[in-house]
């Protein structure tokens, strides 16, 4: 069964530091999601893509968070510089992301980052 | 901006129980869908069942069914017969979807979760 792969699964960094996150969604999707979950919340849209568009960054802290989606398949966040407060999960899902096709996602396994 | 509510933080049962799960949820929209996902500890979420707003019948899955009243804005989900691998996070979600032909969905909104734990 087709699933969602990231890495690394884990991380830790210093505050400062760069760091970035790698998603490779179920061959096919269209839509490609990018969520932080804080422990004990649910997760957060970061970033949606469409193909190699962003449709949704609204949530993104674009003053040290980027996302990338080149070729419209592999997707990378990048957070630099990384602050204590960005310690969390980052959860990448894809869809279909076609019109009368069920829009359920499909979520990876995460990547739990801590920042010390 | 939609809003998801799920009121019960923790929740803990015998196996073999059946469990209800509360969600409610906020929204201008007329056209969405809603889910309910689950979280093993340390394992990804997976999709436990969904619902189209525009349809009166809730959805069934085997063991988990959905009470969804539109009208109060309410997704709640009942686990019958529920056994030790049911324990895990479960989180309500919302999907809006855009209104041009073609435009896909947004993201989703989640609540913040409910810690399901299930007795031997």
């Known amino acids: 069964e087709a699933e969602v792969a990231q890495s690394p699964r884990y991380k830790i960094t210093e505050k400062s530091q760069a760091v970035a996150f790698w998603c490779d969604p179920i061959s096919g999707h269209a839509t490609l999601y990018w969520y932080r979950q804080i422990l004990g919340q649910g997760p957060e849209l970061l970033v949606q893509?469409?193909?190699?568009?962003?449709?949704?960054d609204s949530q993104l802290p674009k003053d040290r968070f980027s996302a990338e989606r080149l070729k419209g398949v592999d997707s990378t966040l990048k957070i630099q510089p990384a602050e204590l407060g960005d310690s969390a999960m980052y959860l990448c899902?894809?869809?279909?992301?076609?019109?009368?096709?069920?829009?359920?996602?499909?979520f990876g396994p995460g990547t739990r980052l801590l920042v010390l | 901006a939609q809003t998801v509510t799920q009121s019960q933080p923790e929740m803990s049962v015998q196996e073999a129980e059946t469990v209800t799960l509360s969600c409610t949820y906020d929204t201008s929209e007329s056209n969405y869908y809603l889910f309910w996902y689950k979280q093993p500890p340390s394992r990804q979420m997976i999709l436990v069942i969904r619902q189209e707003a525009y349809k009166q019948q809730n959805a069934t899955e085997n063991r988990f069914s959905v009470n969804f009243q539109k009208a109060a804005k309410s997704f709640s989900l009942k686990i019958s017969d529920s056994q030790l691998g049911d324990t895990a996070m479960y989180f309500c979600?919302?999907?809006?979807?855009?209104?041009?032909?073609?435009?896909?969905?947004?993201?989703?909104?989640f609540g913040k979760g409910t810690h399901l734990i299930i007795q031997p």
């Open positions: 893509f469409q193909d190699e568009s962003v449709v949704d």
């Open positions: 899902a894809s869809s279909p992301g076609l019109a009368g096709v069920w829009e359920t996602q499909y």
């Open positions: 979600a919302f999907m809006k979807l855009k209104a041009y032909s073609g435009g896909g969905a947004d993201g989703l909104t």
